[in-house]
């Protein structure tokens, strides 16, 4: 479709219709140290040759030859080209809200389809046709506890992804949500003492996430007697959703809120991914949007990225799934064996992972790691500028997508950079 810009005397009538006389009118609720009164510093005009060699140069900018051990609620799996195929079909790629009656039919098998995975992998029995991401999901799941509850305290754990929190925080400022952190244990598990301490008649929602930020896979059944003895609602958090090809569904949850990015999604510079709700069947009612009786304002259908999980989910089949999830824990495992073996590297917390895990340098992360990239590896996430009373504490990844090369590579490097002297 092209793009038809209006004329002046469509715009004139336009702002006669709003009842405003000028466009600085419209827009005169603006402050105006926020105007732009000045044409954006952009290089150009360029022809579309031009244009290309531009981006193409740009391009070449990018780091190659480097290994991650990144993730931290974005992950690098294997992605197959089919996937792509698919999703690159103009009835797919261009519908953002599509009328043709033959295509609504196709998108609305492929939502279905999508929605009954999300069931299959959660335990749970209804689920969403996929929301902005994995953070807007788990604020829409404290939501969805208050309206049922009728109650405003919401308890989370604080090895709960910290973007995730924020997110939540920011929802609570506006909406009268009460948030209290429960801080982590010893084990890196939620604190279980102070869990129960915290359960009170007035508590709408308690939020985990497993496996947990710091890689920890929580006792989401232990944890579920507590809180439904107190009339709240359990709801978990899943950054990882390949971890569901080796753990057991959190099917003791009430709601689970899970970022689906890991189901066929490169991680892209940070998006955009796919968010799910899953819930009990008796809360389907929650999830609806309905015009004025909305529950909610995160409405965003990703339909294109739920469609890449559908088929990247489809062409694995529950084997493929699991034998991901089996190369995931063994690398990582290997990974931590080999890291261990270096001076002064211990692993931080001994509870059972997936495929992240955290190690504690004797120094800070952050010298460590710029060490590291100069040996082309990007190194595993600092923990210092998130929790405090971690910053020689790292957050180490690995996936099938990790060679057993690489993994040595990394640990050899590591070495490299603790002998240096400071």
Same mark, same amino acid.
């Given at each position: ?11 004139? /009538? ?30 150009? %005009? ?25 993730? @931290? ?20 790629? !261009? ?16 939502? =279905? ?35 049922? !509850? ?98 057991? #569904? ?12 890991? =189901?066929?999604?490169? %991680? ?31 409405? !965003? ?41 270096? %001076? ?11 495929? /992240?895990?955290?190690?504690?340098? #004797? ?24 929790? #405090?009373?971690? !910053? ?7 996936? /099938?997508?990790?060679?057993? @090369? ?6 050899? @490097? ?9």
């Amino acid at each position: 479709m092209r793009y038809l810009p209006k004329s002046p005397a469509e715009r004139r /009538e336009m702002l006669s219709a709003i009842g405003a006389n000028s466009i600085d009118e419209l827009f005169e609720c603006i402050p105006e140290r926020y105007r732009l009164r000045e044409a954006l510093k952009l290089p150009g %005009p360029f022809s579309e040759a031009e244009v290309i060699d531009y981006f193409k140069k740009r391009a070449s900018e990018n780091s190659v030859g480097y290994t991650s051990f990144l993730g @931290a609620g974005v992950y690098n799996h294997l992605r197959s080209v089919i996937t792509d195929t698919i999703l690159l079909r103009g009835e797919f790629l !261009t519908s953002y809200t599509p009328y043709q009656a033959e295509i609504t039919q196709g998108t609305l098998q492929a939502i =279905f389809e999508f929605q009954t995975l999300m069931c299959q992998l959660t335990g749970q029995e209804v689920a969403n046709a996929s929301m902005y991401d994995g953070s807007t999901a788990t604020t829409e799941a404290a939501l969805m506890a208050e309206r049922l !509850t009728g109650r405003r305290r919401v308890l989370v754990a604080k090895s709960l992804h910290p973007e995730y929190r924020d997110v939540l925080k920011s929802y609570a400022k506006h909406s009268g949500l009460l948030v209290e952190e429960i801080p982590y244990a010893a084990s890196g598990m939620v604190d279980s003492k102070s869990l129960h301490a915290a359960l009170k008649d007035d508590v709408a929602a308690v939020i985990v996430q497993s496996p947990n930020f710091f890689g920890v896979i929580e006792d989401v059944a232990e944890d579920a007697d507590a809180v439904h003895a107190a009339g709240a609602l359990l709801v978990v958090a899943v950054t990882e959703g390949v971890s569901l090809g080796a753990l057991k #569904p959190p099917v003791e949850a009430d709601i689970v809120a899970m970022e689906g990015q890991s =189901f066929g999604l490169a %991680p892209s510079y940070g998006g955009p991914f796919v968010g799910v709700l899953a819930s009990r069947e008796k809360f389907v009612r929650q999830q609806h949007i309905r015009r004025e009786k909305a529950t909610s304002n995160i409405c !965003t259908n990703q339909a294109l990225c739920a469609l890449a999980a559908t088929v990247h989910l489809t062409l694995l089949g529950k084997e493929g799934l699991r034998e991901m999830a089996h190369q995931n824990l063994s690398k990582a495992r290997f990974a931590l064996s080999e890291l261990e073996k270096i %001076p002064g590297v211990k692993r931080k917390f001994d509870s059972p992972f997936f495929n /992240e895990f955290t190690i504690d340098l #004797p120094r800070s992360a952050r010298i460590v790691n710029a060490e590291l990239l100069k040996e082309k590896i990007v190194g595993p996430l600092s923990l210092g500028s998130l929790y #405090p009373e971690l !910053t020689k504490t790292a957050l180490v990844c690995v996936t /099938e997508t990790t060679s057993r @090369a690489e993994i040595e590579q990394f640990a050899g @490097a590591l070495r490299r950079a603790l002998e240096k002297p400071l």
